[in-house]
């Protein structure tokens, strides 16, 4: 499987089956992060982690506190594609695979900026 992302009319495809989505929270300056899967079903979630907590960021009661972030695994259907929309307040968006991160702005080749990036599975 690959990962398509589109934004501000350039498209992208990575080789990869799975990657860990990064982002810092506007107010409270948290990293947050999630781990995907890109399955034919769609983008499944895995798992997600916060590194701390507060203004519309707080883990559900399930989550466990391991290593210094609550982690759990959110029960959720694959979603057929995201939307990684940025106020620009904590900048950008980050996507990380095998110990690598990287802006969307460095993958797609210019200033995502406030442009909406569609992320979804690739056409087989």
């Given at each position: 499987?690959?990962?398509?992302?589109?934004?501000?009319?350039?498209?992208?495809?990575?080789?990869?089956?799975?990657?860990?989505?990064?982002?810092?929270?506007?107010?409270?300056?948290?990293?947050?992060?999630?781990?995907?899967?890109?399955?034919?079903?769609?983008?499944?979630?895995?798992?997600?982690?916060?590194?701390?907590?507060?203004?519309?960021?707080?883990?559900?009661?399930?989550?466990?506190?391991?290593?210094?972030?609550?982690?759990?695994?959110?029960?959720?259907?694959?979603?057929?594609?995201?939307?990684?929309?940025?106020?620009?307040?904590?900048?950008?968006?980050?996507?990380?695979?095998?110990g690598n991160c990287r802006t969307l702005s460095d993958i797609l080749g210019h200033p995502v900026g406030v442009h909406?990036?569609?992320?979804?599975?690739?056409?087989?």
């Open positions: 499987m690959s990962l398509c992302l589109a934004s501000a009319g350039v498209v992208k495809t990575l080789s990869i089956a799975a990657f860990t989505l990064v982002w810092t929270h506007s107010v409270e300056k948290i990293d947050w992060q999630e781990d995907w899967r890109i399955t034919q079903q769609g983008l499944e979630l895995v798992q997600a982690r916060v590194k701390g907590f507060g203004a519309g960021m707080e883990p559900p009661p399930e989550a466990r506190l391991v290593d210094g972030w609550f982690q759990w695994q959110p029960k959720r259907p694959p979603m057929p594609e995201l939307a990684l929309a940025n106020s620009g307040a904590a900048g950008e968006w980050r996507l990380c695979h095998d909406v990036t569609i992320m979804r599975a690739c056409e087989p």
